[in-house]
């Protein structure tokens, strides 16, 4: 009974800002600990939206370089809320630094962070020059509320079919797309980054 109170103790806890990769490691096997003890974790609980995604991927760019500027974030196998849960999606976040001719990579789910290099590429359909994003942005599950107040999007986002994608990009303003798919229909939205408007 004592493991079970003491695992019950882990899962409340975030990592703040800061804690690093380190920090993401030890929660989850904490909480493997937990679930072999017995005890289900809820999903919620291990979910994660992009800025929980880019306090720890920021601490692995940093020690990749000093300089490093976020370009821009992609979320594949999102929720209609703004999340990423564990095993259907993940983060990815995109730096590039002076100096470097290769953008790193940092791909994230509630239980793990890798790392890669490759070189320079933006998202399909996008030219962003060398704008990186601002230190400030409104949190995918932020922007995806905000996108289902569009029309027509409620019914597509709240179907449970959905395949939800999030792209955060440096355009003016800076802003989240948010697409969803479901049979035969698809969705497409744009949300003002800096205030959370949808933009129309």
Do not use: F
């Not at 490093?68 to 849960?85: C, K, S």
């Amino acid at each position: 009974m004592r493991r079970t109170a003491d695992c019950r103790g882990v899962h409340r806890r975030r990592a703040g800002p800061g804690r690093g990769a380190a920090r993401v490691l030890a929660v989850a096997a904490a909480l493997a600990a937990c679930a072999s003890a017995g005890e289900q974790v809820p999903a919620e609980r291990l979910r994660i939206s992009a800025q929980d995604a880019a306090r720890e991927a920021n601490t692995v760019a940093r020690a990749w370089s000093p300089d490093a500027v976020l370009r821009y974030i992609e979320g594949e196998g999102v929720t209609p809320d703004g999340y990423v849960e564990p095993r259907r999606g993940a983060w990815r976040l995109v730096y590039e630094a002076p100096g470097r001719a290769e953008q790193l990579v940092v791909t994230a789910t509630p239980t793990s962070l890798d790392q890669t290099t490759r070189p320079p590429q933006t998202p399909a359909g996008y030219v962003l020059g060398d704008a990186a994003l601002p230190a400030t942005w409104v949190d995918s599950p932020v922007a995806a509320a905000a996108a289902r107040t569009a029309d027509g999007a409620a019914d597509l986002l709240g179907r449970r079919d959905a395949a939800v994608s999030m792209l955060l990009v440096p355009l003016r303003p800076p802003r989240w797309v948010i697409r969803a798919a479901a049979g035969t229909e698809t969705g497409q939205w744009h949300v003002d980054a800096a205030t959370g408007a949808v933009l129309r």
